[in-house]
């Protein structure tokens, strides 16, 4: 995995954004791109563990800023399948949870989903679609999308650099902050009614 640098992260979720919208599009065309992937929410934690790409995703909060309330994310783990037990290690971690017995060393995708996943009473899987609009604003990533959580359609905003007082700066410049800052995980919890 290459080099990981920890990025502060701010993000909105509405169903009315277009104020928002509007001062990011005029920084000229977007970048766009539609993925498909399944969080997966546990009882335990609130860090960020998803499927993308085929690969299982971990993301933790290593700050919160209290004066701003930025969160400071970074990438714990990015896991192929089958995944080894050692990986499946992190990942419950990740979840909070105690590693049960296993009594292999690798689990295939649909072993992973079915019989680690599905079966735990803790986790719960969300099917997110994402279609995603990019923007490079002051050197800050800058982000449009549509999603749908299950079949529960929303829209979000996000600002994201690695030095806070960027994301700061850009937030104020494109007239965003006065939009509460709510990230994924705390989305979707609100969503389907889980505690963050």
């Not at 800023?65 to 990986?87: C, R, Y």
């Not at 002051?138 to 999603?147: L, R, T």
């Amino acid at each position: 995995m290459e080099k990981i640098i920890p990025r502060w992260e701010w993000r909105t979720f509405g169903d009315d954004l277009s104020k928002g919208e509007e001062n990011i599009k005029k920084y000229g065309e977007s970048r766009d791109r539609v993925s498909k992937e399944i969080y997966i929410l546990s009882k335990n934690s609130n860090d960020n563990t998803k499927i993308r790409d085929e690969l299982m995703d971990i993301k933790s909060p290593i700050r919160i800023n209290e004066d701003t309330g930025l969160e400071q994310w970074t990438v714990l783990a990015k896991s192929a399948f089958p995944i080894h037990i050692n990986d499946l290690a992190l990942v419950y971690k990740a979840f909070g949870i105690k590693l049960p017995y296993l009594d292999k060393d690798e689990y295939s995708y649909k072993e992973y989903i079915e019989d680690l996943i599905g079966k735990n009473p803790s986790l719960k899987m969300i099917n997110v679609e994402k279609n995603r609009h990019g923007y490079l604003i002051d050197d800050a990533i800058v982000e449009i999308a549509e999603v749908k959580f299950n079949e529960i359609s929303t829209k979000t905003i996000a600002v994201e650099h690695a030095d806070m007082e960027v994301v700061l700066k850009t937030i104020e410049k494109l007239g965003l902050t006065e939009y509460k800052n709510v990230n994924y995980i705390k989305a979707m919890k609100q969503t389907f009614g889980l505690e963050y």
